[in-house]
T-cell receptor
Framework: GDSVTQMEGPVTLSEEAFLTINCTYTATGYPSLFWYVQYPGEGLQLLLKATKADDKGSNKGFEATYRKETTSFHLEKGSVQVSDSAVYFCALIPGNFNKFYFGSGTKLNVKP | GAVVSQHPSRVICKSGTSVKIECRSLDFQATTMFWYRQFPKKSLMLMATSNEGSKATYEQGVEKDKFLINHASLTLSTLTVTSAHPEDSSFYIC?????????????FGEGSRLTVL
């Protein structure tokens, strides 16, 4: 069945470091892929998305490219800030939009 | 983007009582809303899909008599935790998809933290 696997955290980085959070997926057909972010004490917010192969989603300096050949959607940011500290969830929705599948979440801690 | 609002954001109740959590789509209509439960340090677990005007669809292992879901209008879904017990303490999150769109994007409420004493 459809599923999402993302790297376990927590990930601890110093400010201005490069960030990669790996995400791979299993799906039939052509899913849409998402990264959601959850700041402490808050609900989930959409960070970025990609709806077809080779699309690159980007927002707030974060990027992720939909790689069908490697079934991946890794999240990257060139220079993280303390304010980026949050839990990041990779997610997919199959082409029939019947259900959302979330990864387990990766907590990011950015130290000054 | 579309706004989904949950209320209350925090609730504390005594064991054996019932608690109702509301989820509203503020600026759009949502035929379908989803209720998730988030355990500490874990991902979101889909509990049920709430359909306007019909019965909710529950995921395997979720007790429908314990977690009552009502979707009475295109902008409101409610989750009632009946006869709450301490193990029901959790963070409950609702989400909705804009009716008629095909992007698949979900919009999430802020979440409701339930503590059962």
């Amino acid at each position: 069945g459809d599923s999402v696997t993302q790297m376990e955290g927590p990930v601890t980085l110093s400010e201005e470091a490069f960030l990669t959070i790996n995400c791979t997926y299993t799906a039939t057909g052509y899913p849409s892929l998402f990264w959601y972010v959850q700041y402490p004490g808050e609900g989930l917010q959409l960070l970025l998305k990609a709806t077809k192969a080779d699309d690159k989603g980007s927002n707030k300096g974060f990027e992720a490219t939909y790689r069908k050949e490697t079934t991946s959607f890794h999240l990257e940011k060139g220079s993280v800030q303390v304010s980026d500290s949050a839990v990041y969830f990779c997610a997919l929705i199959p082409g029939n939009f019947n259900k959302f599948y979330f990864g387990s979440g990766t907590k990011l801690n950015v130290k000054p | 983007g579309a706004v989904v609002s949950q209320h209350p954001s925090r609730v504390i109740c005594k064991s054996g009582t019932s608690v109702k959590i509301e989820c509203r789509s503020l600026d759009f209509q949502a035929t379908t809303m989803f209720w998730y439960r988030q355990f500490p340090k874990k991902s979101l677990m889909l509990m049920a899909t709430s359909n306007e005007g019909s019965k909710a669809t529950y995921e395997q292992g979720v007790e429908k008599d314990k977690f009552l879901i009502n979707h009475a209008s295109l902008t409101l879904s409610t989750l009632t935790v009946t006869s709450a017990h301490p193990e029901d303490s959790s963070f409950y999150i609702c989400s909705a998809r804009v009716t008629g769109t095909n992007t698949g994007e979900l919009f999430f409420g802020e979440g409701s933290r339930l503590t059962v004493l």
